[in-house]
């Protein structure tokens, strides 16, 4: 009789989780995509990585006001993210460079000591969307006293894009990233 009732519980369990996960990889832009709105900010995150689409998003925001200054995250294509916020408007002395991290945990570990640094509270996260989750809940885990919002980008947010446009694959890998964060760093997704 017990030994019903665990394995009914545990199946349920199973089915449930399955039937999310199944949900979530039909409807990826539901799961991963986290966009806090128009808010305004110290400073904006752009992150490296995506399709050179982050740096443009980063400069519309910043021509809208949302904050003084950008802080360009990510080695490899910081200089190539930082001559396309200049060329889209943004002043070089408002561009500050973090060029030493390559993954989203390093990303928000050392721009975070800037941050501390100069005691900025309310921060702008600028990816691309299917990267937004796993990015602010990242920068939250490591820095929980300050504020963090998802402003992503929507390059190839379409549906009928994901193919044509050479974001599936990276979609897709989210979808083991954001649990292996979660147990690797403690990061939660949720």
């Not at 752009?46 to 904050?67: I, M, T």
């Not at 937004?132 to 929507?154: D, Q, V």
């Amino acid at each position: 009789m017990i030994r019903k009732r665990i394995f009914r519980a545990a199946f349920s369990v199973f089915l449930l989780v399955t039937l999310i996960g199944v949900l979530a990889f039909y409807y990826p832009e539901k799961f991963l995509c986290v966009d806090n709105g128009k808010v305004s900010a110290d400073v904006i995150i752009v992150l490296g990585g995506g399709s050179h689409e982050r740096p443009l998003r980063a400069a519309e925001l910043f021509r809208q006001h949302a904050a003084p200054r950008i802080i360009i995250s990510g080695e490899g294509d910081d200089e190539i993210n930082r001559q396309l916020l200049i060329s889209n408007g943004v002043p070089a002395r408002a561009i500050e460079v973090e060029g030493k991290s390559r993954t989203t945990k390093e990303n928000a570990e050392f721009t975070i000591k800037l941050l501390r640094a100069e005691k900025l509270q309310h921060v702008i996260i600028v990816t691309s969307w299917y990267h937004a989750r796993r990015a602010e809940r990242t920068f939250e885990h490591y820095a929980p006293e300050i504020k963090f919002y998802s402003r992503p980008s929507y390059f190839a947010f379409a549906r009928d894009d994901w193919q044509k446009l050479g974001i599936n694959k990276r979609m897709r890998l989210e979808f083991l990233k954001t649990p292996a964060y979660w147990i690797r760093y403690g990061v939660n997704p949720f």
